[in-house]
DNA sequence: GACTGTGAAACTTTTCACAGCC
DNA sequence: GGCTGTGAAAAGTTTCACAGTC
């Protein structure tokens, strides 16, 4: 069995949510293609790295193929999640994933301001940032969200991936990289994003990555 | 002269952010990258994309670096954006980039939602979404952002394109691809993005990507 | 005929290794 | 000696083309 690219894998949950709101019984590779923006080639080959779901001259069945990428990403064992930082972005995260019913549920939100300890935010409470290992045994946190200032958040991933977390998705404006090699650091730096932006923004450029 | 990987355009930004940061006044590929996470190699390389900016022997100017990229970036033209969609999201966003001095700047907030629309957002107030077009003119916006819910996404990305944007920042949870080849579309997905995270939280993984 | 699954080719991106310069 | 700039090699990813199956 051959290595499966890390491309590959990220394209996974686009194909799920599509799956999942479509109407149809049957799709094919183009369909599927179609509305996630990708080739219907690459379509075929992601889902060919993890087994045959397709039936040849048919196309694929939308349940069973929905079971099956569930299962590869592992949505069928109920990750869950634990927010840093109740700021704009923190907040508005847990909001977020609150309102849409979530395959990852975010159990906990936390926070080192006094003042704003105790309120409430969508479903969750606002719990001291002392809790943070506390919470991450008690409520078998995989993955931990950095939504706080950048001064404190190379300190709170160390925190998360001494606590256990195996996951970081990190929001903060800077490199953070544990001492934990084998937590798992997905950056997401929104002004990044933009800045990065500027550059297609001033000459005429395709419009895919 | 050669094509510049797209890869590289996006590690430009992390560079220059700790170029603003750091107190050094000259660095060395080794430095810079421990700092944003990527190889001295990898730096050396997206730098020598654009020119030969370092001394052999010493390393690179901090104060002439910056400057090159801003201006690699075209960030010295000043970009400005336009937000649609004034949710948890677009709200939690233009309070996130105003109080971080940004060079990509938001201009306007737009929204379909008449309760809303006059409030104040951070330095914004909320305008309504009839106006995208006149307001995409009168200030020159490069780039849209999309926070609305995913049902409005396609329709507002073709207004957007319409009106003249050159790139657009989609946050909804759908693909959208305009009727504009010529506009540039990067999706940030965030649930897609934790659904990602739990395939490899559930294996031992190296740190990056 | 229609559509999947897949080896091979093309392309992109990263890493290596070292020549060139201070 | 130390560090940049850069071809060449390696690795990763996408596209092509078509055999195989329904």
Not at 16 to 40: K, P
Not at 46 to 51: I, R
Not at 75 to 101: E, F, M, P
Not at 116 to 124: A, D, F, N, R
Request: aromatic content about 6%.
């Amino acid at each position: 069995m051959q290595r499966i690219p890390d491309a590959a894998i990220r394209r996974l949950p686009a194909y799920l949510r599509w799956l999942t709101e479509c109407e149809e019984e049957r799709v094919t590779s183009v369909m599927l293609g179609q509305a996630t923006g990708y080739s219907s080639e690459q379509v075929r080959k992601d889902l060919a790295y993890f087994g045959a779901f397709g039936t040849r001259g048919v196309g694929y069945d939308v349940s069973a193929l929905r079971d099956e990428i569930y299962r590869i990403l592992k949505l069928d064992q109920g990750v869950r999640a634990i927010v840093v930082g109740s700021g704009h972005l923190g907040t508005a995260l847990v909001r977020y994933v609150d309102q849409g019913h979530q395959d990852v549920k975010i159990m906990a939100l936390v926070d080192n301001n006094p003042a704003i300890i105790g309120t409430q935010v969508g479903s969750l409470r606002v719990e001291p940032v002392e809790r943070l290992e506390e919470l991450v045994h008690e409520l078998d946190i995989g993955i931990g969200v950095l939504t706080v200032p950048k001064e404190a958040a190379v300190l709170v991933a160390d925190r998360l991936a001494e606590a256990g977390v195996r996951a970081i998705l990190n929001f903060a404006p800077v490199a953070v990289c544990t001492r934990h090699p084998e937590v798992f650091v997905q950056p997401i730096d929104l002004t990044l994003e933009m800045q990065a932006l500027s550059y297609f923004v001033g000459q005429k450029a395709p419009n895919r990555l």
